[in-house]
């Protein structure tokens, strides 16, 4: 009966990865698969869908950071919420 069942130590010790940490992304992509869920706006949620709209989000908000922190640069700032406003109102980039 040896070599039968899981293994002790080596494969049954397996730290569980995040579907984020798959994806390498930084925005919780099981927070927006809840969050689809439970808005109704779909009988059901594909497993592409949320990895997808986390990496829009990610990508949209590193943009906008990215574009207001040179405004604030520029402007010798070192906040940039008041420009997160003005920025993105008039950019093409976004566009708005």
């Not at 990610?58 to 940039?80: F, M, P, Q, S, Y």
């Amino acid at each position: 009966m040896e070599g039968r069942g899981k293994a002790i130590g080596s494969a049954a010790a397996k730290k569980a990865t995040s579907k984020r940490s798959k994806a390498g992304l930084q925005f919780p992509v099981g927070r927006i698969t809840r969050f689809l869920k439970a808005g109704k706006y779909a009988k059901r949620v594909g497993v592409g869908a949320p990895v997808y709209l986390a990496a829009v989000l990610e990508c949209l908000v590193a943009e906008v950071l990215e574009l207001t922190g040179n405004d604030a640069c520029d402007n010798k700032k070192t906040r940039i919420v008041p420009h997160i406003s003005c920025r993105t109102r008039w950019c093409s980039v976004l566009g708005f």
